[in-house]
């Protein structure tokens, strides 16, 4: 495998120089490379250079469609077969050998980068479908966000005694922080954007919790965190609270921004270019190390602080091969293509560009490299990487804050420090921040010309390195390099410009001891530096490529992780909701099924027995009625009429109380019907609530009734309107007279003719007439003394007896007059249809109610098992869905798990302590 830089026990590279008077020189275990086949042949860089060439990164060789099963990529291209130490080879092969392996060692770290760079990018794709679907989906079927217990869990305190700096990490939009002890091997739940890794004392620092959220919502939920901040209610009580409806449009928020930021993620780890950041404090040499990494002068270097805006070196091939600098103005996004966008300035213009800041804050410069892409860093043949060369950090505090606000495009940190100064309270607090998200700095101890003791040097910067990052001090035999970058030849700027410390790539370094290329010992001096330089920039070149890597994939890696786990949880919770749900409905629409049909049931029949019930009710009121009434009528004269006989003379009067007395009798009799019907009334509506209650129960609305509203209305009214007029003969019973003479019939003819007579009186005066034709039958003088006091005496029998049967005559006289006139107003039944139809009405309101009633049931009943059937069908359709987005999503977190970016990454260098 590829060798660990701490245990690093390669040999160094061009390593004639032991004698080096660099104590860090001495100790440095160079790691060895990573080597393909034979490890010498030009071939096989060759060939995997062409391969590299021909792989966009997205499929061919080496990416396969990872979702269906394991990654492409082949661990044995990667494997280390160190040359044997024992195969020494003349120097001028060595260093064939050497720049070939160096080739290939890049080209297979290119093709293990670009199969992780396919597979995240094909699982950002996935998880974006997967992210729209469930958009979509929760905008039909209100996803449900999973509720939770409060733990009353201490929050553990910040422990750091660090100075309080802005902690310049980048999240997703609404991304919050929490701490680490999630659940799974999943990391954290903070979405950084630029880089995963932190250093230990960062990844314990504990972020305050955001109020309302509880540790379990923290745990559970990263990304689709629901950042309620309502209020001084809880999270739980908050969510609980918030209608459905506002918890599924909260959700559907994040998506969105779930998915733009994944659109990022996918732009970040498909750009090909690299950028690394060289500050440092002022004058520290930051300008002269990028241009000794150049080789040539193209920065201004000054004894005093010059650079005052961020100057981005990028290779001129990036700008159509021409050299030049575009000064891009004030808030504006450069585009190179587009020029409204910067200003075009020559190299040359370097100069005055950077020491004047008030128009523009960066500029590109683009320059050619010309060095052999195994020791050029722009031109390195993998990775498209730009230099940025920073102002000085403690320039002002808006340009140091410019600084961290540029760390989320950053990969790799470069910084440098003064050998002399050491690091200053400023730097020290970059390293602080800095340190907690790029894990590693690669730190330039510049200007080490100047020191004489230079082991104490070592060890004190050494020292405090320890402090300020302790996973750089672990690995500082490559992070930390302690050089002369002054001493370093530079190739002049084109003609017109500031010369360079030499006149071509091969002349010495300017500034450094024994530069008058006269003195040997100084040459080797020279050398040395050179050797250091170069050594650095091996370690640089590794320490990109690697950076490079991890920084790019690993936040897509994390992220996709993040959010495929709150998904998974989002998507499980509700696969359980809907599959609940599913039961519920279903075993309501069990139970309603018969309840449905028991109503319909009950309408047909109640409705039916409601009609007979009146009908019946109704029928025995008239009947009732008409009998009463009747049976009243008839017998008016046989009841005690309570009217005293005032004689003879109030006779007249006599009979108009006996017929009044009679009517009100004949009332009374309509009274009582009527107060029977209203019993009858009050029990038919009684039986109907019964029936309303049995069948509708709580849903049965009860009507108020009052039975004493009922025949309001006078109730003799009709029979008031019965005229009868009383006669002369009303007074004389002839049928009783009749009887009474039978009954008589012993007592003699003149009786009988008297009677017979008197009934002929009784028609008018004829009976004179019959009385004389007797007489002429009997004889005429004898009859007429026989007869005529007989007739007298007889007359004034009959008249006082007919008078004196008055009292009894005379009602029923009269009670068949009102009979007969009662009859010819139809007086019975009139009333009887009168009471029975008003008992109908009043009994049809309760059971028109009732029948209302039990259809709004049967329809409730209907809409209700409809929209049950509905639920049932939704809730199917989200379980479904669910269980398959439970299914996708652990198939895509398998995917992404597989991408390890942890261990070593093959080609390159060893891996970092991860
Ligand atoms: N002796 C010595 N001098 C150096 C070395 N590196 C840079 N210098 C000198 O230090 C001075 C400042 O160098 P610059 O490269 O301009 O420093 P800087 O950090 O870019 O400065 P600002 O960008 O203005 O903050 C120049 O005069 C350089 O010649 C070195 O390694 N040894």
Redo the contacts with the bound molecule.
Sequence with gaps: MSQDYAKGKGKASGGEDSSSNNPRRQASNRPQYVTVGSGSTSESAARLQALLDNDSGYGGSVAGDSFNGAPTWNPTLTEDRPTPSHSPMPRGMNDMVESDRRVQANAIHQLWYNSHRATLSRSIAKVMESLKSLQEFNATWPATYPSVQRAETAQPQRQDPRPGLVHTQSTAPGATSFPENRPGQLRRSQTYGAEPESSKSAEQRTTPEPRLVTPQIAQEFSILKLDLKLGALHQTELVHSLEKNSIASLLDGKISSSIKHLLSLRERIEDTSSKVLIT????????????ALLRRKI??????????IFCEVLDAKENGGIEEVHAVHKDVHYDRHDESTYDVYTLLDLEKL?TSNEVYTQCKVYVKDVRAIDQSLLNNGVVDISII????LN?DTTKTTAVFARQEEIDVVVF?VS?ANHFTMTAKEFIWAAAAEKAYIFIVV?????IRDKERCQKMILEQVQGLSPRTFKESTELVHF?????IPTAPMPPGGPGGNGSGSSSGGG??DGDDGSDPKGKGKDKEKIQDFENLEQSLRRFVLEKRARSKLAPARTYLLNVLNDVQTLATVNQEVAQSELDRVTKELNDLEPLLEASQKAKAEVSDDIDKTIEATCKDIYDHTRSTLLQSISQAADEDLGVPYPGLLNVFQYADEIKEAMLSQISASVTSCEEHARTKTIEGVSAIKQLGLLHLGDEYTDLSFRSDVMFRRKRDVLARQVEIETEIWDFFDWSTLIQRQEKMAGTGMALTVATAVGGQMVGGWGWVDGALGAAKVVGNNNLRKLILPGVVVTAIAATYYILSQIPTSLPHRLSTKISTQLQAIDYVHANSDRISSSVRRVLRFPADNLRVGLQRSVEQLGTKREETKKIRTESDVARKYFSNLVNETGRIRNTVEAVDLEGPAPGVAGGYDP
């Design positions: 440092g404090d002022l004058n520290a040499g930051k300008s002269t190390f990028c241009n920065l201004p270097e000054d004894q005093q602080p010059c650079t005052s950077v060369d920073a102002p000085g320039l440098v050998a510049n200007g080490y010309d100047n050089v002369s970058s002054n001493a500034g450094g």
